[in-house]
């Protein structure tokens, strides 16, 4: 039975029309000139339920029930998840939750000195949020971390952000099917239970302080820090400062360090790395750009032209997305990269060539994440730096030992480290994964993060633009499903709109925003076809 409200009977004689439909609705049912129409509620069709047992749900077909949803982290990932979540989906009770008493993640907590994007910034930033205001092809740390506050205040994710909470623990209650998380208020020092029907896990990989398992750590009378903990207050200046580590962060550190007046620089290194020419030169020499430095004029060209600036955005993606057959073993590409950055490296360390020779690796360029590390290489050189090889052995009050029993005395000691899927879909894919990067540069004879023993567990098994095609949209036949009703179609309602019943539009779909226009003759000559993918 129909859930229309009872119109009354009208006489329609031939030779009248002043009981046309447009008169009867308006006349039975005056709501409709404000486009609302109230719920059929006693209609027959929800008083009585069918001999299946089953009776339709009065609620329209829009309706979905309130789910609560919990982000862990407010980093980049976490900021867009609170502009995309309200967004695009409705009844959604949002908390994102960070330790830290200000958004930004990484970019937050890390304030060394030369701490920097080592991509090309305007890579480095939300497609959707351009900044042509970038300082530098490399913008350091405070200036991501304003950015990233910026689009929280420009898209109000702040209301959804509480700062200075850390997640404790968390555990998923299959009675209840949501998840029960443990919080800790820092600033109120209390702990507190919260719970959510889905949790978003957006904290990053690269968060957890790790400390160098050394003897003696704890013994040195001078200054340790921790890049991931920077004391912003120290004064580096004429002081013997010994770095750990040969990370992106060191990378970073060294060359900012070696300028300061009158330090001097005892740099352990025990792992061989590539470093790479910078990301994006050929777009810096087309610019004529002197260093890495953007000039106020360029700036201004940006914000004043916005088509050329989005150009300049397409050229440095397109860059990027050209070189992924640099990953696989054996291609041009690949052995022709390999032996650029062999070249670039020795013309940097000319002045200590025995360096080149050490640091060299025997592994292929990308198999450890690449760092293009403007200066490092020139630091390394100089009079101020001493670049020892020889592996520690402990620590002790006054400096650190290594295994020749040489005693490097030093200031401060700076440690630099860097719904359930179907279990066969999950199986699949790591097999795929399995099968994609053992002909990558990533399976060679290196120490990565991204990787555990001969399983890659941090990157995805193919090109960028492999990525978001797959991900662009879920393959819900790849997902198990428990239903709330044992009618799975009771999701349709009572057969009414939620335009209907609100006073929306109720032609909304003729309204050009809606519309998807065919191209005629020929709908297959679409333009966006012949420039992305035929999937979308």
Same mark, same amino acid.
């Given at each position: 039975?129909?859930?229309?409200? /009872?119109?009354?009977?009208? =006489?329609?004689?031939?030779?009248?029309?002043?009981?046309?439909?447009?008169? $009867? *609705?308006?006349?039975?049912?005056?709501? *409709?000139?404000?486009?609302?129409?109230?719920?059929?509620?006693?209609?027959?069709?929800?008083?009585?339920?069918?001999?299946?047992?089953?009776?339709?749900?009065?609620?329209?077909?829009?309706?979905?029930?309130?789910?609560?949803?919990?982000?862990?982290?407010?980093?980049?990932?976490?900021?867009?998840?609170?502009?995309?979540?309200?967004?695009?989906? @409705?009844? #959604?009770?949002? %908390?994102?939750?960070?330790?830290?008493?200000?958004?930004?993640?990484?970019?937050?907590?890390?304030?060394?000195?030369?701490?920097?994007?080592?991509?090309?910034?305007?890579?480095?930033?939300?497609?959707?949020?351009?900044?042509?205001?970038?300082?530098?092809?490399?913008?350091?740390?405070?200036?991501?971390?304003?950015?990233?506050?910026?689009?929280?205040?420009?898209?109000? $994710?702040?209301?959804?952000?509480?700062?200075?909470?850390?997640?404790?623990?968390?555990?998923?209650?299959?009675?209840?099917?949501?998840?029960?998380?443990?919080?800790?208020?820092?600033?109120?020092?209390? %702990?507190?239970?919260?719970?959510?029907?889905?949790?978003?896990?957006?904290?990053?990989?690269?968060?957890?302080?790790?400390?160098?398992?050394?003897?003696?750590?704890?013994?040195?009378?001078?200054?340790?820090?921790?890049?991931?903990?920077?004391?912003?207050?120290?004064?580096?200046? /004429?002081?013997?400062?010994?770095?750990?580590?040969?990370?992106?962060?060191?990378?970073?550190?060294?060359?900012?360090?070696?300028? *300061?007046?009158? %330090?001097?620089?005892?740099?352990?290194?025990?792992?061989?790395?590539?470093?790479?020419?910078?990301?994006?030169?050929?777009?810096?020499?087309?610019?004529?750009?002197?260093?890495?430095?953007?000039?106020?004029?360029?700036?201004?060209?940006?914000? =004043?032209?916005?088509?050329?600036?989005?150009?300049?955005?397409?050229?440095?993606?397109?860059?990027? /997305?050209?070189?992924?057959?640099?990953?696989?073993?054996?291609?041009?590409?690949?052995?022709?990269?390999?032996?650029?950055?062999?070249?670039?490296?020795?013309?940097?360390?000319?002045?200590?060539?025995?360096?080149?020779?050490?640091?060299?690796?025997?592994?292929?360029?990308?198999?450890? @994440?690449?760092?293009?590390?403007?200066?490092? *290489?020139?630091?390394?050189?100089?009079?101020?730096?001493?670049?020892?090889?020889?592996?520690?052995?402990?620590?002790?009050?006054?400096?650190?030992?290594?295994?020749?029993?040489?005693?490097?005395?030093?200031?401060?000691?700076?440690?630099?480290?860097?719904?359930? #899927?179907?279990?066969? @879909? $999950?199986?699949?894919?790591?097999?795929?994964?399995?099968?994609?990067?053992?002909?990558? $540069?990533?399976?060679?004879?290196?120490?990565?993060?991204?990787?555990?023993?001969?399983?890659?567990?941090?990157?995805?098994?193919?090109?960028?633009?492999?990525?978001?095609?797959?991900?662009?949209?879920?393959?819900?036949?790849?997902?198990?499903?428990?239903?709330?009703?044992?009618?799975?179609?009771?999701?349709?309602?009572?057969?009414?709109?939620?335009?209907?019943?609100?006073?929306?539009?109720?032609?909304?779909?003729?309204?050009?925003?809606?519309?998807?226009?065919?191209?005629?003759?020929?709908?297959?000559? /679409?333009?966006?076809?012949?420039?992305?993918?035929?999937?979308?």
């Amino acid at each position: 039975m129909s859930a229309i409200p /009872n119109l009354p009977e009208q =006489d329609h004689h031939p030779s009248s029309r002043e009981h046309d439909l447009d008169t $009867v *609705l308006s006349t039975s049912i005056p709501q *409709l000139a404000t486009k609302r129409i109230d719920s059929p509620t006693n209609t027959a069709s929800f008083a009585n339920p069918s001999s299946s047992g089953f009776a339709l749900h009065d609620t329209v077909i829009e309706n979905q029930r309130p789910i609560k949803v919990v982000v862990v982290g407010a980093g980049y990932s976490g900021i867009y998840h609170g502009i995309r979540i309200p967004e695009r989906l @409705r009844n #959604v009770d949002l %908390t994102i939750y960070d330790k830290n008493a200000g958004v930004g993640g990484t970019w937050y907590e890390n304030r060394y000195p030369g701490c920097a994007c080592d991509i090309p910034s305007h890579s480095y930033q939300y497609s959707f949020n351009p900044n042509p205001n970038w300082s530098s092809m490399y913008s350091p740390a405070a200036e991501i971390q304003a950015y990233l506050a910026a689009t929280v205040k420009k898209y109000s $994710v702040d209301r959804f952000i509480k700062l200075s909470h850390e997640i404790k623990s968390c555990a998923w209650d299959a009675n209840t099917s949501k998840w029960t998380l443990k919080i800790e208020d820092l600033e109120n020092k209390r %702990t507190f239970e919260d719970t959510s029907d889905v949790l978003i896990m957006a904290r990053g990989g690269l968060n957890h302080i790790a400390w160098p398992q050394i003897e003696g750590l704890k013994s040195f009378e001078g200054e340790v820090m921790h890049s991931a903990a920077w004391n912003q207050d120290y004064d580096f200046t /004429n002081k013997r400062i010994g770095v750990i580590g040969s990370g992106s962060s060191a990378i970073q550190i060294i060359p900012s360090l070696q300028r *300061l007046s009158g %330090t001097n620089l005892s740099c352990f290194i025990r792992s061989r790395t590539w470093i790479s020419p910078p990301f994006g030169q050929a777009i810096q020499d087309k610019l004529k750009m002197d260093g890495f430095k953007f000039s106020e004029e360029q700036k201004k060209k940006f914000r =004043d032209d916005p088509e050329g600036f989005h150009k300049f955005r397409m050229e440095i993606e397109e860059g990027g /997305n050209e070189i992924h057959s640099l990953t696989i073993m054996g291609t041009d590409m690949q052995k022709g990269a390999q032996q650029h950055f062999e070249e670039n490296m020795k013309n940097r360390l000319q002045k200590k060539p025995e360096i080149y020779d050490w640091l060299k690796p025997s592994f292929a360029p990308g198999c450890r @994440r690449l760092t293009p590390g403007p200066g490092f *290489l020139e630091a390394l050189v100089e009079d101020n730096v001493d670049f020892i090889r020889t592996p520690i052995t402990k620590i002790e009050p006054k400096g650190i030992v290594t295994e020749d029993g040489t005693l490097h005395e030093i200031d401060v000691l700076e440690n630099i480290k860097s719904m359930t #899927v179907k279990a066969g @879909r $999950v199986r699949d894919f790591l097999s795929y994964s399995d099968e994609y990067f053992k002909n990558t $540069v990533f399976m060679d004879d290196c120490k990565s993060w991204y990787r555990k023993g001969d399983t890659i567990v941090g990157l995805w098994p193919g090109s960028t633009l492999h990525c978001i095609e797959a991900l662009r949209s879920p393959r819900w036949e790849d997902f198990e499903y428990e239903y709330g009703e044992e009618n799975q179609m009771a999701w349709l309602g009572n057969g009414w709109s939620t335009n209907q019943l609100e006073g929306r539009d109720l032609a909304y779909y003729l309204l050009p925003q809606f519309q998807q226009v065919p191209t005629s003759p020929l709908p297959e000559e /679409n333009t966006e076809f012949k420039i992305r993918a035929y999937s979308q």
